[in-house]
């Protein structure tokens, strides 16, 4: 079992920038790949990008690919979600999730993340 808890969300004016983040308990922490999502309102839920096991894998959805930035910290048990150059169809709320994997790879499906924290909202204004 994961548990997971975003914060760092708030408003921001297009353009502008804001980090994410996402904290894991457990001690398996490192033999998951951690994903992030994003549904806004009345879309679907969105894959925006994960990173594998080890970090050495990072793969970003093509709308925010030269924008976001993903990391994590298997020592503390962190991830973070670095934006920039916000745009006002980058509003949503933003969830992290922990998906089981057997090799250094990024899953996109939600389908095959597990666990997922709450999600924190994220809004940029124009």
């Known amino acids: 079992q994961v548990h997971l808890a975003e914060s760092g969300g708030g408003l921001v004016q297009a353009g502008g920038s804001l980090s994410v983040s996402c904290v894991a308990s457990g001690r398996t922490f490192s033999t998951y790949a951690v994903g992030w999502f994003r549904r806004a309102p009345g879309k679907e839920r969105e894959f925006v990008g994960g990173?594998?096991?080890?970090?050495?894998?990072?793969y970003l959805a093509d709308s925010v690919k030269g924008r976001f930035t993903i990391s994590r910290h298997n020592a503390n048990n962190t991830m973070s979600l670095q934006m920039s150059s916000l745009k006002s169809e980058d509003t949503a709320v933003y969830y992290c999730?922990?998906?089981?994997?057997?090799?250094?790879?990024?899953?996109?499906?939600?389908?095959?993340?597990?666990?997922w924290g709450q999600g924190t909202q994220v809004t940029v204004s124009s």
């Open positions: 990173i594998s096991q080890t970090g050495g894998k990072t």
């Open positions: 999730a922990t998906a089981i994997v057997y090799s250094d790879y990024v899953p996109t499906l939600p389908g095959h993340y597990n666990f």
